[in-house]
Structure formats: structure tokens, C-alpha cells
């Protein structure tokens, strides 16, 4: 059950828009919607940002977007700040297998 | 106030048995599919096994197959994981998870404990 990919780290200046990249295949984010995000600060449990590929759970600021083409996911994080500095991992279902996460990805705030 | 509290983790030889617990409350567990997610020290997480609302679906992570059992009792709002044949690749932070939606299943994780720690030495 191989992890999906991530850039091990994507870096920004306060007020940037990044995007970090999540890639599958089409056996879980091409073949599902059931793509999601989560946010995790040191020590602390993760937290859902984005699920189903593009919606926001209540009270997550509308700086954090989704989308998805093809086998590639992305999480979109607009006018950056210092707390959005966080690992952040997407996790897809994968039908038989049958859920994976990415490897994650370290947000840098310069 | 949503939560789940896990405990029962600790320090434990290999090869040894141990049996994780998570207490839910502030909303309907009986309907809701739950998860056991893991992180190892310094890694990231890794999805172990998940049980639908009614234990009709019932998955594992093929790492854990045949050596861990996922349980829930709805009357006591509780999860379980019997975790036998332990090695030590199996050291980690272990969450319990709710499941987003009432009778879906692997949808999206809303809800995150703090995690126990299971150390196999």
C-alpha cells in the first residue's frame, strides 16, 4: 500500500499564495472524489482542512482550497501567514485497499 | 463538546499482545464508520483499520493483517483495537478517528484524538 506523493517541503513569504501537489493514480484520486487534507502542527493530532477534493469543514478559513486533475491533487494556501507553518498530508479512499495518505508536506513560512 | 480519548498504549515486548481503547462523546456514535490511524516517530501517518457504524465493513492496513482486530460496542460509545504479534515497526502514535459522515464510509476524518503512545522494544 505505497503512500501517495508530496513534495517533502513547499516554502513562502507572508501573504503568498502556494500550492502543494499530491499525486496518485487512478486507482484512488483519479478513480474517486474522496480526496482530503489534513494539517498537523507539532504535537498535535491532524486536522481535516478540505475533504471530498474541494470543501471546507466548517469554521477552516477560506484561505485553504482544493481541487483535483486527474491523478493530482492540490491544496491551495492564499495570503500565507506564520500559523498555516504546519505538516500538511492529503489521504485519499483507494477501493480495495483501501485508504492511504500522502507522505506529507512541510509548509515553510519565510 | 466531540471527542475520543484513547488509551491502553504503552511500552511492550515484541511478540507481546496489547489492546487499545477510545471513549467517544458529544455526538451519535452507533452512527458513525471509526478508524485507528497511526505515525510512527518522525514519519507521517499511516491508516491501520477502520469498522463501519454497524461492523458490517471491517478493513486493515495489509501491514497489520491477521496480527490486529478492530472492535466497537455502540452501547459503550467505545473502540477498540486487539493488537497481537507486535513488532517493532509497529511503535507509533496510534489516533482514534470518526468518519465525517453519518453511515458513510473512509469519506474524510473530522475528528482526531490525541493519541497513545505504543513503543515495541
Known amino acids: 500500500q505505497s503512500a501517495l506523493t508530496q513534495p517533502a517541503s513547499v516554502s513562502g513569504s507572508p501573504g503568498q499564495s502556494i500550492t502543494l501537489s499530491c499525486t496518485g493514480s487512478?486507482?484512488?484520486?483519479?478513480?474517486?472524489?474522496?480526496v482530503s487534507w489534513y494539517q498537523q502542527h507539532p504535537g498535535k493530532a491532524p486536522k481535516l482542512i478540505i475533504y471530498?477534493?474541494?470543501h471546507r469543514p466548517s469554521g477552516v478559513s477560506n484561505r485553504f482550497s482544493g481541487s483535483k486533475s486527474g491523478n493530482t491533487a492540490s491544496l491551495i494556501i492564499s495570503g500565507l501567514q506564520p500559523e498555516d507553518e504546519a505538516e500538511y498530508y492529503c489521504?485519499?479512499?483507494?477501493?480495495?485497499?483501501?485508504?492511504?495518505f500522502g507522505t506529507g508536506t512541510k509548509v515553510i513560512v519565510l | 463538546e466531540v471527542q475520543l480519548v484513547e488509551s491502553g498504549g504503552g511500552l511492550v515486548h515484541p511478540g507481546r499482545s496489547l489492546r487499545l481503547s477510545c471513549a467517544a462523546s458529544?455526538?451519535?456514535?452507533?452512527?458513525?464508520?471509526m478508524h485507528w490511524v497511526r505515525q510512527a516517530p518522525g514519519k507521517g501517518l499511516e491508516w491501520v483499520s477502520g469498522i463501519r457504524w454497524n461492523s458490517d465493513i471491517i478493513d486493515y492496513a495489509d501491514s497489520v493483517k491477521g496480527r490486529f482486530t478492530i472492535s466497537r460496542d455502540n452501547a459503550k460509545n467505545s473502540l477498540y483495537l486487539q493488537m497481537n504479534s507486535l513488532r517493532a515497526e509497529d511503535t507509533a502514535f496510534y489516533y482514534c478517528?470518526?468518519?465525517?459522515?453519518?453511515?458513510?464510509?473512509?469519506?474524510?476524518?473530522?475528528?482526531w484524538g490525541q493519541g497513545t503512545v505504543v513503543a515495541v522494544s
Open positions: 487512478s486507482s484512488d484520486i483519479g478513480g474517486y472524489d474522496f
Open positions: 478517528v470518526k468518519d465525517r459522515v453519518g453511515g458513510s464510509y473512509l469519506d474524510a476524518f473530522d475528528i
Open positions: 471530498d477534493v474541494s
Open positions: 458529544g455526538f451519535t456514535f452507533k452512527d458513525y464508520a
Open positions: 489521504g485519499s479512499y483507494r477501493g480495495s485497499s483501501p485508504y492511504v
